[in-house]
């Protein structure tokens, strides 16, 4: 293992960062292109944009939890560079298709499922192989250069697209996310530390294997809080995502050139909160920064809606800010809590069951946005989200967490700051489960 200080020095952590970094910026591309598409070109309605969202996270849902097994028994970084070379080429069918006047909307949602199943097996075995490469002591720091680049790509992906738009159109757009994922697969392969083979030897069954990563999440007093905040979270946050586009397009009549400066605004605070995140937990506590990070989204929610009220511009980009800043320093904060509180041997299993919880939401979501779009209308819709992030926050607000400054560092660990868990779950009664993403 490295034990150079300085991940910048870091050979195999570079490459993993400029994979991250390349596929986020086509990512982020693609985050815009692609409901435009639908929207603009296709003419798709609320309950389509719903199923579209849905299926983009579906895979969560359906698989996760056996995609976690499964990844601790694989080589993560073949499972990486596979995921990338699928995401390129399904992709790749829809500026194809698009040049060839044969696009339908039936065709978006079979590349939303099959992208959303391939990114399960590249999340998964991406957030397992971080512990992998760098020192435990060393998580913060690349987990904060691994989101920084990610706010830098959202910076410069919906800029770009947003410039783009009217030049070359969104399928066309897209063919850059799937450029992107190649050039994500050809770093992640320049990493020179051996993709170890996982032991064979005391392998149990599929099932038991998934019930053990699941039974660690559960069993983990403080886990369990982060992952319920971020399941209510992602459920509403989906509702809000699925209807944005067209609320923006329609309701408030914005250019689809404007929708690429209200994205790039909500990575500019995300490059923030990657920048301060650490600065941000060491000031209040690690323990504490979770639920006041949470504490945010909810007034910055709430001014997506107060758009349509006047100046909407300026308001989606105030909220867009706060938003992003909140979510990137809740999410480097817990998930380098988690890597390390987590045993190596159970991390994809781990981070699989977390993911299923809190993504698996996110297909109910983007329905249950399309179908309340449909019934009670787009702006209702959006106001019953904001009452949802209230509920998110109450998981972690109400729970020991806002009176830790440390966070333990591992499964037995007392965390500093309060007497133990047991007697900080006793002063709670009445809240259970957690949030994380």
Same mark, same amino acid.
């Given at each position: 293992?490295?034990?150079?200080?300085?991940?910048?020095?870091?050979?195999?952590?570079?490459?993993?960062?400029?994979?991250?970094?390349?596929?986020?910026?086509?990512?982020?591309?693609?985050?815009?292109?692609?409901?435009?598409?639908?929207?603009?070109?296709?003419?798709?309605?609320?309950?389509?944009?719903?199923?579209?969202?849905?299926?983009?996270?579906?895979?969560?849902?359906?698989?996760?939890?056996?995609?976690?097994?499964?990844?601790?028994?694989?080589?993560?970084?073949?499972?990486?560079?596979?995921?990338?070379?699928?995401?390129?080429?399904?992709?790749?069918?829809?500026?194809?298709?698009?040049?060839?006047?044969?696009?339908?909307?039936?065709?978006?949602?079979?590349?939303a499922a099959a992208t959303g199943t391939a990114t399960v097996f590249f999340d998964v075995a991406y957030q397992s192989y971080l512990p992998a490469l760098v020192?435990?002591?060393?998580?913060? +720091?690349?987990?904060?250069?691994?989101?920084?680049?990610?706010?830098?790509?959202?910076?410069?992906?919906?800029?770009?697209?947003?410039?783009?738009? =009217?030049?070359?159109?969104?399928?066309?757009?897209?063919?850059?996310?799937?450029?992107? @994922?190649?050039?994500?697969?050809?770093?992640?392969?320049?990493?020179?530390?051996?993709?170890?083979?996982?032991?064979?030897?005391?392998? =149990?069954?599929?099932?038991?294997?998934?019930?053990?990563?699941?039974?660690?999440?559960?069993?983990?007093?403080?886990?369990?809080?982060?992952?319920?905040?971020?399941?209510?979270?992602?459920?509403?946050?989906?509702?809000?995502?699925?209807?944005?586009?067209?609320?923006?397009?329609?309701?408030?009549?914005?250019?689809?050139?404007?929708?690429?400066?209200?994205?790039?605004?909500?990575?500019?605070?995300?490059?923030?909160?990657?920048?301060?995140?650490? =600065? @941000?937990?060491?000031?209040?506590?690690?323990?504490?920064?979770?639920?006041?990070?949470?504490? *945010?989204?909810?007034?910055? $929610?709430?001014?997506?809606?107060?758009?349509?009220?006047?100046?909407?511009?300026?308001?989606?980009?105030?909220?867009?800010?706060?938003?992003?800043?909140?979510?990137?320093?809740?999410?480097?904060?817990?998930?380098? @809590?988690?890597?390390?509180?987590?045993?190596?041997?159970?991390?994809?299993?781990?981070?699989?069951?977390?993911?299923?919880? *809190?993504?698996?939401?996110?297909?109910?979501?983007?329905?249950?946005?399309?179908?309340?779009?449909?019934?009670?209308?787009?702006?209702?819709?959006?106001?019953?989200?904001?009452?949802?992030?209230?509920?998110?926050?109450?998981?972690?607000?109400?729970?020991?967490?806002?009176?830790?400054? +440390?966070?333990?560092?591992?499964?037995?660990?007392?965390?500093?700051?309060?007497? $133990?868990?047991?007697?900080?779950?006793?002063?709670?009664?009445?809240?259970?489960?957690?949030?994380?993403?």
């Amino acid at each position: 293992m490295t034990r150079d200080r300085s991940l910048l020095r870091h050979h195999d952590f570079r490459q993993l960062w400029a994979a991250e970094t390349v596929s986020q910026v086509g990512t982020q591309v693609t985050l815009l292109a692609l409901p435009v598409l639908a929207v603009s070109l296709l003419d798709a309605t609320p309950l389509e944009m719903g199923v579209l969202t849905a299926l983009e996270t579906a895979a969560f849902l359906l698989i996760g939890l056996p995609a976690g097994a499964w990844v601790d028994r694989w080589r993560r970084k073949r499972v990486l560079v596979t995921a990338d070379v699928v995401r390129a080429v399904v992709l790749a069918t829809l500026p194809i298709a698009y040049l060839l006047d044969v696009l339908t909307l039936g065709q978006l949602f079979v590349v939303a499922a099959a992208t959303g199943t391939a990114t399960v097996f590249f999340d998964v075995a991406y957030q397992s192989y971080l512990p992998a490469l760098v020192d435990r002591d060393q998580l913060v +720091d690349g987990n904060g250069k691994l989101e920084a680049s990610r706010a830098v790509a959202q910076v410069a992906g919906p800029a770009i697209a947003g410039g783009l738009l =009217r030049v070359i159109g969104a399928p066309l757009l897209i063919a850059l996310d799937a450029l992107s @994922f190649l050039l994500s697969a050809f770093f992640i392969r320049r990493i020179q530390r051996p993709d170890t083979v996982p032991d064979r030897a005391g392998r =149990r069954s599929l099932r038991a294997e998934i019930a053990e990563g699941l039974s660690f999440v559960v069993h983990q007093p403080l886990l369990r809080r982060i992952v319920a905040c971020t399941g209510t979270s992602n459920l509403f946050s989906t509702i809000t995502t699925t209807l944005l586009v067209l609320y923006a397009l329609r309701r408030l009549e914005l250019p689809e050139s404007a929708l690429g400066l209200v994205f790039s605004a909500g990575a500019v605070g995300g490059l923030v909160g990657a920048a301060t995140a650490a =600065r @941000f937990a060491r000031t209040v506590g690690e323990g504490r920064a979770i639920p006041l990070a949470v504490m *945010v989204v909810v007034p910055f $929610t709430a001014l997506t809606p107060l758009a349509a009220t006047g100046a909407p511009l300026v308001l989606l980009v105030l909220g867009q800010i706060g938003f992003s800043w909140s979510v990137v320093v809740y999410n480097i904060t817990q998930v380098s @809590f988690r890597q390390r509180l987590c045993p190596p041997a159970l991390l994809g299993r781990m981070n699989a069951s977390v993911r299923f919880l *809190v993504y698996g939401t996110m297909p109910l979501g983007g329905l249950l946005g399309g179908v309340l779009g449909t019934w009670l209308g787009v702006l209702p819709t959006l106001w019953i989200a904001v009452a949802g992030q209230l509920l998110a926050a109450g998981w972690v607000v109400a729970s020991p967490l806002m009176h830790m400054r +440390d966070l333990p560092d591992g499964p037995d660990a007392p965390a500093a700051g309060v007497p $133990t868990v047991p007697e900080a779950r006793a002063s709670t009664a009445g809240s259970d489960p957690e949030r994380s993403g």
